[in-house]
């Protein structure tokens, strides 16, 4: 096999596919720190978005091509012209791009949801594959639910999409549905009898809905497929997609089978996982491969006796591959701001002087809440930084008070401060003192919402360790997710709850001039 062949492309769908989980939504900001991290980490194809979803998808996926060098810009499009078009319109000034034109070809997606015969199927793929190479030099075509499909029906759409210009065929298993067994077939199917399949690259695009999405892209790979379409922690639809650490790692570790490449950075693996969970608000689980807390913790005294000996007894890879620092304790209150810069460039992240600053800053305020800071707690100043330090808010929390015990009624005093300067404050009572927060938080900023989830996690280690407070609200518009970093809980709650109400009351609409004079009690 030759090196070209031993290449896989890295087609990253974190701000399409995974932006699809429940609440995981991003704004613009968030989705352009996704994508430079992106880029910074190696990846080939960066899936920008649905340019036809929404405004908002067509405006961020313009910024990222924009703004975003190196790695190739895709949209994703429906097989007709509207799609193509506003994927066009997103993509026109990106130096390399990319349109992903789509349709199913299952018997449920054709009988149920499509109402189309195969032979329709067939004209409007191969139609949409040439309407998109109107515009477009780099088309993908991806066969929705392949992995349900007759294999003889799928081959002739594969072929003919080909003949279209397709320089790219996607076979997902858009469900979750195949077997390392039954997926691998698939792509053997294809490869035997497509003519013309040397022409065009084979994407594997699969979903964890069984825990097998790794394993199907693996099986795919070792059968001739040469992109892997996958995320930053397996996030996306319902049970997500295949995880890309997992991808890439694999790749490297057992390169002995599967015997291919990527163009990944592998140690910036870690730090692209942390700044994903916190833009989207979705935990990495401790025992997440790859990049889990505990994915080279080891606990079991035989385990540590091997580690001593010999690392390679417990471990098939060194956590400095993927990003993991080794050292804990680094600076104190005294360390300087070319001790921390050092620092930041050894933990993978690459700042300008103004971003350092910003970190300088905040690393002071918490040098004098703490005693001892961790790389964590230098990384969640960052990743916070990154993410809540961008954009305008409607709101800043000026101060709170709470009280709370045994026979006493929780109750919390709130000061805000609106974009306008006003000072509003407000008190409230609730089943505790966070519940008190949040009910005054929303009667000085008018926003109600239903909490769905709280949690607080431990960023590093100590007494004083600065606490993560993430919360999951439903609102009218949707359902959002808010987080904030603090040493004092009460405040990371606060905090995390104008987080939410901040976005909700910026993408709000102004009132009506009926409605202001309502509000004011005038006709």
């Known amino acids: 096999m030759s090196d070209a062949g031993q290449r896989v492309t890295i087609f990253d769908t974190t701000l399409r596919d995974g932006e699809q989980s429940p609440g995981a939504s991003m704004n613009l900001g968030q989705k352009l720190q996704v994508a430079r991290a992106l880029r910074d980490l190696g990846v080939d194809v960066i899936e920008a978005g649905f340019a036809a979803a929404s405004p908002g998808d067509l405006e961020a996926i313009q910024a ?19 799609d193509i078009e506003a994927s066009w319109k997103a993509l026109a000034d990106a130096p390399r791009r990319r349109c992903h034109v789509f349709l199913a070809t299952s018997p449920i997606h054709r009988d149920f949801k499509l109402k189309l015969a195969k032979d329709e199927i067939i004209k409007r ?21 392949s992995a349900r499909t007759e294999l003889e029906f799928l081959a002739e759409v594969v072929e003919r999409v080909i003949e279209a210009g397709a320089g790219t065929v996607n076979i997902p298993d858009t469900v979750g549905y195949a077997l390392p067994s039954t997926y691998a077939e698939t792509i053997r199917y294809l490869r035997k009898h497509v003519r013309g399949i040397d022409k065009a690259i084979i994407s594997v695009h699969c979903h964890n809905d069984l825990g097998l999405a790794v394993a199907n892209s693996l099986a795919g790979v070792l059968e001739g497929a040469r992109q892997v379409e996958c995320t930053i922690n397996g996030i996306g639809e319902r049970a997500g997609n295949a995880s890309l650490e997992e991808i890439v790692m694999a790749f490297r570790t057992r390169q002995d089978v599967l015997g291919v490449t990527t163009g990944v950075q592998t140690e910036r693996l870690f730090p692209t996982s942390r700044l994903v969970s916190q833009v989207t608000g979705l935990h990495v689980q401790r025992n997440k491969a790859i990049v889990g807390q505990n994915a080279f913790a080891h606990e079991a005294g035989i385990h540590q006796h091997g580690m001593l000996t010999n690392r390679e007894t417990y471990e098939i890879m060194r956590p400095e591959e993927v990003g993991f620092a080794r050292s804990q304790l680094v600076l104190g209150k005294h360390s300087g701001r070319h001790a921390l810069k050092d620092r930041l460039l050894a933990l993978g992240y690459q700042l300008d002087e103004a971003q350092i600053d910003k970190v300088f800053a905040d690393f002071k305020v918490l040098a004098d809440k703490k005693k001892d800071i ?6 969640a100043l960052v990743v916070h930084g990154q993410i809540l330090g961008k954009g305008s808010v409607a709101w800043e929390l000026e101060a709170l008070s709470t009280t709370s015990g045994t026979g006493t009624l929780p109750c919390a005093s709130v000061a805000l401060r609106s974009a306008a300067g006003e000072r509003i404050q407000e008190v409230a009572a609730g089943d505790g003192p966070v519940d008190a927060v949040y009910r005054a938080i929303e009667k000085v900023t008018g926003i109600s919402l239903k909490l769905r989830d709280y949690q607080i996690a431990s960023v590093s280690r100590g007494e004083d360790a600065q606490g993560e407070v993430s919360i999951e609200v439903e609102h009218p518009t949707g359902v959002y997710r808010g987080r904030a970093l603090s040493t004092d809980i009460i405040e990371g709650s606060a905090r995390a709850f104008l987080d939410v109400v901040n976005r909700i009351a910026l993408k709000m609409p102004p009132p009506t001039e009926s409605e202001a004079r309502a509000e004011m009690g005038t006709p």
Not at 374 to 379: G, L, R, T, V
Request: charged content about 35%.
């Open 125 to 145: 793929s191969v139609d949409g594959v040439k309407l998109a190479r109107e515009k477009f030099d780099d088309v993908e075509f991806s066969a929705e639910d």
């Open 64 to 82: 990222v091509s924009r703004q975003v060098e190196g790695p190739i810009i895709a949209s994703l499009s429906r097989c007709n012209k509207g």
């Open 374 to 379: 961790y790389d964590a707690d230098i990384e």
